[in-house]
């Protein structure tokens, strides 16, 4: 059948005047969404808790104990109880660093993923350096239930690997990135001590 020239000219006209039609997922932002981004970082965050500190103070904890033949149930007495709640506190205030990394740093415990925004919450108030002071904690409270003197050399070891990285390199490395914010932090809170002033961030 024959379909005369008029037609397919009108025909060819409206194709080329008829507005595309959008694909489906045209409108849908190629980026995730808040609730991945943050699901995401939670589990960067865990991943490196338990690959840091989980090393630092517990499986190396665990190889001396074991080289040293104290790996045993602790005697129930006073001593093991103090140690006991000592290391409780010092996890406590790992955790509670790391989820302040998590919430307000936007950011993980480690140095290749660390926080975007300078954290001064919380512990942070009152010590620059609450996470490592909980890390040693409970690697001393381990130290004392167990009464291994190996594990108590070792808690000095890493005390003084955290000052020399914290001298080196996190405080040149927060002044170059957040500049006076982390300045004026600095003059205000001790590196390893403790105020009894809690630190103010400035919100003008």
Known sequence: MQ?????VTARAKSARSAPAQPAPDAGRSALPSPLNMRLLLAL???????????????????SILRAGNLLRVPDLGLASVCAAVFAITGALVLLRCVWDFFAAGKGTLAPIDPPRFLVVRGLYRFTRNPMYNGVIALILAEAWLFRSIGLAEYALLVLIFFHLFV???????????????YRAYRRAVPRWGFTTRPFQESTG
């Open 3 to 7: 379909v005369p020239v008029c037609a």
């Open 44 to 62: 960067r965050a865990l991943f490196f808790v338990l690959l840091l500190p989980g090393t630092v103070a517990c499986f190396i904890p665990f």
């Open 167 to 181: 001298v080196f390199y996190e405080e040149p490395t927060l002044e170059s990135q957040f500049g006076e914010s």
